[in-house]
């Protein structure tokens, strides 16, 4: 049974990298065919799928985020990590980690962790 933690400052300072990390555990993140994604959650935008890491390393960004947005792993620690540069308050949100295998409809989430950008 797959579980996701996300880990990371709940305060970023506004032009900062907002830097988060999910633990992965019951699942390999190098394995096997699924996606390792980053979802964000706020009043303003609603869900707002950000990124993905599949299984074999390979990385897709939304558009409106690609040029801010960098997905990596570490795959000795069986985790991977979200950075997303020059945050606005714009940013804040409550920010989950999730994985679906392909060709299923279930998505697993991380319990989610807010993150303020705020001077």
């Known amino acids: 049974q797959v579980q996701l933690q996300e880990s990371g400052p709940g305060l970023v300072k506004p032009s900062q990298t907002l830097s988060l990390t999910c633990a992965v555990s019951g699942g390999s993140i190098t394995t096997g065919s699924s996606g390792w994604s980053w979802i964000r959650q706020s009043p303003a935008k609603g869900l707002e799928w950000m990124g993905v890491?599949?299984?074999?390393?390979?990385?897709y960004y939304s558009p409106t985020l690609k040029s801010r947005t960098s997905i990596s792993r570490d795959t000795s620690k069986n985790q991977f990590s979200l950075q997303l540069s020059s945050v606005t308050p714009e940013d804040t949100a409550v920010y989950y980690c999730?994985?679906?295998?392909?060709?299923?409809?279930?998505?697993?989430w991380g319990q989610g962790t807010q993150v303020t950008v705020s001077s």
């Open positions: 890491i599949e299984s074999d390393g390979s990385t």
């Open positions: 999730a994985n679906r295998k392909f060709g299923s409809s279930k998505l697993d």
